[in-house]
């Protein structure tokens, strides 16, 4: 490979002799070689509008010339359009708990473009990071992308998963299935029904996002490095927050305290601990899916989830419900990811948490993945599920828990003990409630009806 020489105040080393990036990220490279990840694109990409916006508040505040604003500018919008931005960015998640590392990557890459659009040096601590430090830019960027990928990816994926379910259960109005508590025999319930409590649960989630969502767009921006605004202009942070919201169509605003931003990031595991409860509810929606498609002949059998693959090496004809085991796995990790995040919020000492890196990753990677599981749950498994009347039918008629509905009539006792006839003899609970009762079978019929049982009500 072949090499420059780049200086920093530690002195002097070698870098690929194309890399955008400086003696600062290369050292980083060479001191973390830990797992070969770099921090997740949207954190890098709401970085660098952390940098263009930076650039353009500095220029307003008379900070910066309006010619190195413009060449940082320039640089950054290059950077962002830019199909392989990521091979700029190779500083591994485990790094300095401040992501300085990262922070420098972003300085040094984007002060070697905008000095070739200047034709002059521009520095990448004293122009790029200018009125910033990485004790408040990296905090900030974690809101910022967090933010950004909530209310641009992950909401819309939440609102489409549940309106394919509010769709599908409008659909299957008509279907009454036996319900289960126990995963035992209870009493009848509609597909609209346990659909409509799904959705349900995906609008608590959606509220509790959007709720959190005005703590998660305060940046920290400001601050700098222990919270007291040391070397940033008075109105800096309401000028990049100004300025970023342009950028982003993503409204932002300054903290109300900086030191609780920089010193703590209560918001983050805030906001995993409501991506975590996203997962539960997948996970509530994907095994109830697994259990009505298992089968199809010695399970339940109640729907049928479209074949999208072969669900076996040996035995042939084998189908799995494989996007409802992608969506319990993806849960699995969000959860993993959410037990990370809220280790390394406790690693708030005094002014500074110093496990930053680790919480944009873990976080980011939560929100993608039920991002993209939730359009997969809503277009491969949702929308394109099948009933199976026949097979519901077979074992309503045969649920002797529909007696409850005699319970106001004949007691309790009674109703227990037809329940029990029914079951050891294996006959429709309407049969044996006609031979052990004074009610007519057109009475029965009526009262035993599992479609009106599902109505409530007395």
């Known amino acids: 490979m072949n090499t420059r020489i780049e200086a920093d105040s530690m002195g002097e080393l070698n870098v690929p002799e194309d890399a955008l990036y400086g003696a600062q990220t ?7 070689p830990v797992s070969g990840q770099s921090l997740p694109e949207p954190f890098i990409r709401a970085l660098i509008q952390l940098k263009q916006a930076a650039a353009r508040a500095n220029q307003s505040l008379d900070c910066v010339t309006e010619e190195m604003s413009s060449a940082i500018d320039q640089a950054c919008s290059e950077l962002l359009q830019q199909p392989n931005l990521m091979q700029h960015f190779p500083v591994d998640v485990f790094q300095t708990g401040s992501g300085t590392s990262s922070n420098m990557n972003a300085n040094e890459v984007i002060a070697t473009l905008a000095s070739r659009k200047l034709g002059d040096k521009v520095g990448p601590n004293d122009h790029v990071n200018f009125g910033q430090s990485s004790n408040d830019i990296i ?69 509790n996002l959007n709720a959190l969502l005005p703590k998660v767009t305060k940046l920290a921006q400001g601050g700098t490095a222990v919270g007291t605004g040391i070397n940033a202009h008075p109105d800096f942070s309401t000028k990049i927050c100004q300025e970023l919201s342009a950028i982003t169509e993503v409204t932002f605003s300054p903290a109300d305290d900086y030191f609780a931003l920089i010193g703590s990031q209560d918001t983050a595991v805030a906001l995993s601990g409501v991506l975590k409860t996203i997962a539960v509810t997948y996970t509530k929606i994907a095994n109830d899916l697994r259990w009505m498609n298992s089968g199809p002949l010695a399970g339940l059998g109640e729907i049928t989830l479209e074949a999208l693959q072969p669900g076996s090496s040996i035995m042939p004809g084998k189908v799995n419900p494989v996007i409802p085991e992608a969506t319990v796995m993806v849960a699995a990790q969000v959860m993993g990811n959410d037990a990370t995040i809220t280790v390394a919020g406790q690693s708030g000492n005094f002014e500074l948490n110093v496990m930053l890196p680790v919480i944009a990753s873990n976080l980011l990677s939560s929100i993608q993945l039920l991002t993209n599981s939730g359009h997969l749950l809503a277009d491969k498994a949702i929308a394109t599920l099948t009933v199976n009347e026949e097979k519901l039918n077979e074992a309503l008629a045969k649920n002797p828990i529909l007696v409850t509905a005699l319970n106001p009539i004949i007691g309790y006792a009674k109703a227990a003990e037809i329940a029990k006839k029914a079951y050891q003899e294996k006959r429709p609970v309407i049969d044996v409630a006609a031979q052990e009762t004074e009610l007519s079978h057109e009475e029965l019929e009526g009262l035993l009806d599992p479609a009106k049982l599902t109505k409530g009500g007395l």
Not at 26 to 32: K, T, V
Not at 175 to 192: C, E, I, N, S
């Open 139 to 207: 905090p900030s960027t974690i809101h910022a992308s967090a933010a950004i990928e909530v209310s641009k990816r992950l909401l819309p994926a939440l609102r489409h998963l549940q309106s394919e379910i509010h769709t599908k259960g409008q659909a299957l109005k008509g279907y009454t299935k036996t319900g289960r508590t126990h995963l035992m025999d209870a009493m009848p319930v509609r597909f609209d029904q346990t659909f409509n409590g799904w959705a349900a649960q995906l609008q608590d989630n959606i509220d």
């Open 26 to 32: 290369q050292r980083a490279i060479n001191n973390f």
